[in-house]
């Protein structure tokens, strides 16, 4: 970066900043240039610096605008060569890698013409970058070496901190978290007083994010989320006085890591999600597949069906690195929803990913994930030593005494080797509910946990550790009675109150609170009679509300699958037909039928009602697709057993029955379609006429009336 370019981005960080009447053409609150129509054609110089601060500021998408609006005329100046750098740049986080590969080698190739250290210094550190994502790791170190050589030559302060901070990421990667903050560091004491924090916000913002993953490798936890706060304040500043409100998805998405890490999966899922809208509304597709994937991680234990989907939709957004933790979270998940056939599927497109074992935390991970896939003992403890050797040479101390922790569990050694290494998590602030996200820890703690759920299709039942609870260990008929309503209530945090006139509708409410305590306290009892866990590990409630933490709940898991399902049917078609079949046999009957006129009862009955009867009605249409006669008639039977008023579905069974040849059930299913019809006084459609040149029975939309 050249004296003068410096300049020019001193101007542009005014105007961030809200000053615009100091600087021309610079971003204004709706991303175009001010004084510039969004329209409007700008010059090499006008673009490079628009484009390479809205990358800066994390905003891919608003960079790509402004660089379809720069007029390019293939000169190799410095303004141009880097105008190509910066929308390499804004493509590889916009998940267009092909377009980053393809603007990146125009701007190396016209370097050959053009000796401005600036340039040379932006393009290789910007190469560099792309480089790493698409697994290249030797050209991407060729071209680091190549930028810092161009930026020390230069002797400029800020261009040194800007390629730094464009190598940081893989510095990290590759186990150099200290010797990162250590040059992240020198570079913001060269800058001077006058410099930090006045005139170049957006770099000082993006260098203390990589501050915070640095801190974070390092499993120093505290200074992370110190680091990723104070920069998520200065986005928040930034975005108050320009009108960009989305900025800081990267702060969040560290600060979600960290709470993740810890083991605070409350806020870790705030921050992921916030980290989501954020970088979807600013176009960074790395940091909302990143979001997406810790979001399912934290979500994966509890809700491994919701959880699922946030992990396949991470795996769509990009490509490298972040697609293969995308693939291993969805691998994680599915253990944790007991599916280990889909977690090992995961693990094998993950291997099959470019740069899956190029880089040492990556390959950590997948090991991990590849040990808990397998049922052999020996070669899960042989991938896990290598797991631990993995994360021992990235020089991550949280990570390694994760390993240590679950081989000692799962090789049931315990004693002196687990305590050192659950210590050793404890002293880098590492709760015990890290275990509750899926993940390593999940697993490997699994057998050791109670475990309980409740069944509510069909009637109530709790098991704990997969056994019936008996009806000699409910004391009190009222603390069945408050699962049951909590369970209704979707496990929802309900207030005391409510609780109390559901369960007490006829008493002072002021009388019964004792009652409801007590029943609270056989309640967790129940589930966990022994007092292993704390006691709001599975019923959470202060002296305001009650609902449920983590316990399994069938509808639960049975709406999760249904509504997967129903989305993946609307995309794909026939290729959902197995996964409506599965959701489908979650369903073993209605929400709590034993309590038929319980009024709190029946809007999640009704819910899962209506849910099961869309099932049928996409399965019995996707059986119609396939040809197979026997399952439509199957499944338009069942429909017609929840509603035997349904006129659509009963005039497609018999034109299916009269179809296939079964003119006597056809003829008869007609009668009984006649005597339902009239009795909610609607006419009834004569029997349908055979089609001798039918092949099989139409799609029940192109069936008319005769």
């Known amino acids: 970066m050249s004296t003068a370019q410096l300049e020019d981005h001193k101007r542009e960080s005014l105007a961030v900043r809200g000053e615009p009447a100091r600087s021309a053409h610079l971003p204004g609150p709706a991303g175009a240039a001010v004084g510039e129509p969004r329209t409007g054609i700008l010059d090499a110089a006008e673009g490079r610096r628009l484009t390479m601060a809205h990358q800066l500021l994390g905003e891919p998408a608003r960079a790509l605008e402004v660089h379809r609006r720069t007029e390019l005329t293939g000169a190799a100046t410095p303004d141009e060569i880097t105008a190509l750098a910066w929308a390499a740049a804004a493509y590889c986080a916009h998940g267009e890698l092909r377009r ?15 000796g401005d250290p600036g340039a040379q210094a932006v393009t290789h550190a910007v190469a560099a970058v792309v480089a790493a994502c698409d697994g290249r790791g030797a050209v991407a170190e060729h071209h680091r070496e190549l930028a810092g050589e161009a930026a020390c030559g230069a002797g400029d302060p800020a261009l040194v901190l800007l390629v730094r901070t464009c190598a ?6 590759q186990g150099e978290a200290r010797r990162v903050l250590a040059g992240l560091d020198t570079a913001l004491t060269a800058l001077g007083p006058d410099d930090e924090g006045a005139e170049l916000p957006e770099l000082l913002l993006a260098a203390g994010c990589l501050r915070g993953c640095a801190h974070l490798a390092l499993g120093e936890l505290d200074y992370a989320a110190a680091e990723f ?20 998805a990267r702060a969040l998405l560290g600060l979600g890591d960290v709470h993740r890490e810890r083991g605070a999966l409350g806020p870790a899922r705030a921050a992921y999600q916030e980290a989501v809208v954020r970088s979807e509304q600013c176009g960074d597709r790395q940091v909302l597949a990143a979001a997406l994937t810790g ?9 491994p069906r919701a959880a699922a989907l946030l992990a396949r939709r991470a795996v769509g957004q990009c490509a490298g690195r972040t697609r293969i933790r995308a693939l291993v979270a969805a691998g994680w998940v599915a253990l944790a929803d007991e599916r280990p056939e889909i977690a090992a599927e995961a693990a094998r497109q993950a291997a099959g990913e470019p740069g899956a074992q190029a880089c040492r935390p990556v390959f950590a991970e997948l090991l991990e994930l590849e040990a808990m896939c397998t049922r052999e003992p020996r070669v899960r403890e042989r991938l896990l030593e290598d797991a631990q050797a993995m994360w021992t040479a990235a020089r991550r101390p949280v990570a390694v005494a994760r390993v240590a922790a679950a081989r000692a569990l799962l090789s049931g050694a315990g004693g002196p080797e687990l305590r050192e290494a659950v210590g050793r998590l404890r002293r880098s602030g590492v709760r015990e509910r890290a275990a509750d996200a899926a993940g390593l820890l999940n697993r490997a703690t699994a057998p050791l946990r109670p475990s309980a759920a409740v069944r509510v299709l069909g009637g109530f039942q709790v098991l704990r550790d997969g056994v019936p609870v008996g009806p000699e260990e409910w004391q009190s008929k009222k603390a069945r009675d408050l699962l049951k309503l909590l369970v209704a209530r979707r496990g929802l945090p309900t207030p005391r109150e409510v609780v109390v006139e559901a369960l007490w509708p006829e008493e002072d409410p002021a009388r019964c609170a004792n009652r409801l305590s007590v029943a609270l306290s056989i309640l967790r009892l129940v589930l966990d009679p022994e007092r292993r866990l704390a ?52 369903y073993r009957g209605d929400v709590l039928e034993d309590e038929p006129y319980a009024e709190w009862a029946v809007a999640l009955r009704e819910e899962a009602q209506a849910v099961h009867a869309e099932l049928l009605a996409r399965l019995a249409t996707a ?7 026997h399952a439509e008639v199957h499944f338009r039977l069942r429909l017609l057993e929840r509603d035997p008023y349904d006129e659509e579905t009963h005039l497609a069974l018999i034109a299916l029955l009269a179809a296939a040849g079964r003119h006597g059930e056809a003829r ?21 006429r055979p089609d001798r040149h039918a092949r099989g029975p139409a799609h029940p939309a192109q069936r008319g009336r005769d």
Not at 100 to 114: D, G, Y
Not at 554 to 568: C, I, K, S
């Open 100 to 114: 980053a590969q393809a603007s990146v080698r125009r701007a190396v190739a016209a370097l050959t013409h053009c």
């Open 168 to 173: 940081a990421q893989e510095r990290i990667e």
């Open 229 to 248: 706060g104070r920069v998520l304040a200065g986005y928040q500043r930034l975005g108050e006085a320009t009108g960009h409100a989305a900025l800081g």
């Open 295 to 303: 979001l399912a991680l934290a979500r994966g234990a509890e809700e």
């Open 535 to 586: 006691q709001d590990h599975f019923i959470a409630a202060d002296k305001h509300v009650i609902g449920i933490a983590r316990l399994r709940v069938d509808v639960r898991d049975f709406l999760a699958a249904a509504r997967h399902a129903l989305a993946l049917a609307a995309r794909s078609g026939g290729h959902a037909y197995a996964a409506l079949a599965d959701a489908e046999r979650l």
């Open 623 to 629: 059986a119609a697709e396939r040809g197979d006669h």
């Open 668 to 688: 008869r299913r007609h009668v009984l379609y006649v005597e339902r019809m009239l009795e909610i006084d609607v006419e009834p459609s004569p029997f349908p």
